[in-house]
Nanobody
């Protein structure tokens, strides 16, 4: 049973920062890549970024340079650090585990999501 739980969302003003957490259980985290996704009202889910098992990362163009993903396998947690937030970053954010060590594969398990709202 793969379990992922997001936390850390909230209301922040434009230009502010937030750190989201993805707490994992039911699997050995260091064997898997972890992705972050978001979905805004009326829009399709989009990928935010992903961290491979070796710690390397990939980011969407829309967040490149503003968001950073880090992982602490021994603590079973992955973080999404968000800075210079914009209103268009408003969405429900999800973390998900892949079926392998690489981000370039299918995501097998998802968290419930945490709301991030960026006000003008």
């Amino acid at each position: 049973q793969f379990v992922l739980v997001e936390s850390g969302g909230g209301l922040v003003q434009t230009g502010g920062s937030l750190r989201l957490s993805c707490a994992t259980s039911g699997f050995t985290l260091d064997y898997y890549a972890i992705g972050w996704f978001r979905q805004a009202p009326g829009k399709e889910r989009e990928g935010v970024g992903c961290i491979n098992s070796d710690g390397s990362t990939d980011y969407a163009d829309s967040v490149q340079g503003r968001f950073t993903i880090s992982r602490y396998n021994a603590e079973n947690v992955v973080y999404l650090h968000m800075s210079r937030l914009k209103p268009e970053d408003t969405a429900v954010y999800y973390c998900a585990a892949t079926s392998s060590r690489s981000c370039h594969t299918d995501f097998r398990s998802w968290g419930q999501g945490t709301q991030v709202t960026v006000s003008s």
